[in-house]
C-alpha cells in the first residue's frame, strides 16, 4: 500500500512563500490522485488543492486560488503544493492525501492514503 510523507512546513510572515513536498513509496503512485487538506486551529478540515494522476487536470479552493499551485511529478513519486502570499488565515496543520483513483476529489472520504501532516505558521 501506498506511504506518504509530507513535509515542508515552517514558520513564516505573512506575504512569504513555503513548499510542500509528499513523497510517496509503493508503486500504485502514478495511477493515484491527490490531494492536499488542512485543519487550522479550532477549525474544521478543508480541502486545499488536488491534482489527477497524470497532472494534467488540477482544483483549487476558492480560498487560495491563484496563490498556491499543486504539481506532481510521478517519476519521483513526489506530489508538491507551492505556497505564496501567505496569510495568518493560511496557518494549519497541511495533510497530503491519495486515493484509489485517477480523477481528483475535493471530498476527503474519497482519499485512501494520508500523510503524517506538516505544521504551516504565518504570522502577521
Known amino acids: 500500500q501506498v506511504q506518504l510523507v509530507d513535509t515542508g512546513g515552517g514558520l513564516v510572515q505573512a506575504g512569504g512563500s513555503l513548499r510542500l513536498s509528499c513523497a510517496a513509496s509503493g508503486r500504485t503512485f502514478s495511477s493515484s490522485a491527490m490531494g492536499w487538506f488542512r485543519q487550522g486551529p479550532g477549525k474544521e478540515r478543508e480541502f486545499v488543492a488536488t491534482i489527477n494522476w497524470s497532472g494534467g487536470t488540477t482544483y483549487y479552493a476558492d480560498s487560495v486560488k491563484g496563490r498556491f499551485t499543486i504539481s506532481r511529478d510521478n517519476a519521483k513519486n513526489t506530489v508538491y503544493l507551492q505556497m505564496n502570499s501567505l496569510k495568518p488565515e493560511d496557518t494549519a496543520v497541511y495533510i497530503c492525501?491519495?486515493?484509489?483513483?485517477?480523477?481528483?476529489?475535493?471530498?476527503?472520504?474519497?482519499?485512501?492514503?494520508w500523510g503524517q501532516g506538516t505544521q504551516v505558521t504565518v504570522s502577521s
Open positions: 492525501a491519495g486515493r484509489r483513483g485517477r480523477a481528483g476529489s475535493s471530498r476527503f472520504m474519497e482519499y485512501d492514503y
